[in-house]
């Protein structure tokens, strides 16, 4: 008979229309409110975001304080950093092109402040802009040495006889090329099940695999879990496992060599996307030359037994 296992961090309490705990991005599906910001969130968010947002950003932080000092350069008079145009627009523009030349300290020298106002205004313009791209070549550093999981996961997990045993599978693999070391996965099922009190609380259980720790991760991973007499799910009839209200929880830790540490990364699967009777086609073969070849698009791709 399966072993309950104690709350890992979820949460016991649930209910009918629960989704699921880890979304695929292998962030928690959890909606933060009343939450306050602070510098230090700004920070991990700014390094975890994807490129093309952290660049938008500072594209937009960028237009943003040039902007303000254009319009301060505007109100004040732009006679004191070049000749005026007549009209606003265009003073704004030769404004917005000396914040620009300022905030980056380039300073081509066909404008210069004149006075003591405008010099004040330029030099501390100056010293946002010295401390701005200080803090952006802090996030690009945090960026590039902040430790990421290269593993992929298959799409789909699936349900078929294996070594004449029932067995649930899912497949892994890296996205880069460089030696993981001693990869292992601990794997947590969760079932939401309606009380005698007529209330849904979460059940956690262990899944035992028939390995959870290898050497090295050079091509794929098959995790597997052999449904015997000990598994939560030997109760259940096959086609029965899709109606579920469950969640696969997974953890994989390794030691990363480009990083020199530890990195973990977390998924899980939804027993409704249960793909029954089916089996992952092969995703590496041998070349002429007796070379492994890994194809990276077959990771997820399953046929019928």
Known sequence: MAKKIKD???GLSSDKLAKRFINK????????????????????????????????????????????????????????????????????????????????????????????LFGVISSFEALIGLLSFSFITGLLYGRFSKPKSSIRFSDVMVLRKHKEMDSLMFRLMSRSTHVMI???VEVTLSLSKLSESKQYTNHFYNLELERNEITYLPTTWTIVHPITPTSPLVTFDRNELS????????????????????VHQIHSYMLKNLKIDETFVPSFYYDDDGVTVLDHDKLSETRSL
Not at 98 to 105: L, R
């Open 243 to 262: 109606s579920l209200n469950g969640e696969v929880l997974i953890l994989i830790s390794y030691y990363d060599e480009s990083f020199a540490q530890e």
């Open 25 to 116: 991005d292998g962030s928690f599906n959890i909606k933060h409110i009343n939450r306050k910001t602070s510098i230090s969130r700004s920070y991990n968010y700014l390094i975890s975001i994807s490129w093309a947002r952290f660049f938008l950003w500072v594209l937009l932080g960028y237009i943003l304080i040039n902007a303000i000092f254009a319009i301060i350069y505007t109100v004040l008079g732009v006679s004191a950093i070049t000749v005026p145009t007549g009209t606003w627009y265009r003073d704004f523009l030769k404004a917005f092109f000396f914040s620009a030349q300022t905030v980056t300290t380039v300073g081509y020298g066909a404008m210069s402040p004149k006075g003591v």
């Open 182 to 184: 001693k990869p292992r």
């Open 8 to 10: 890992p961090g979820i």
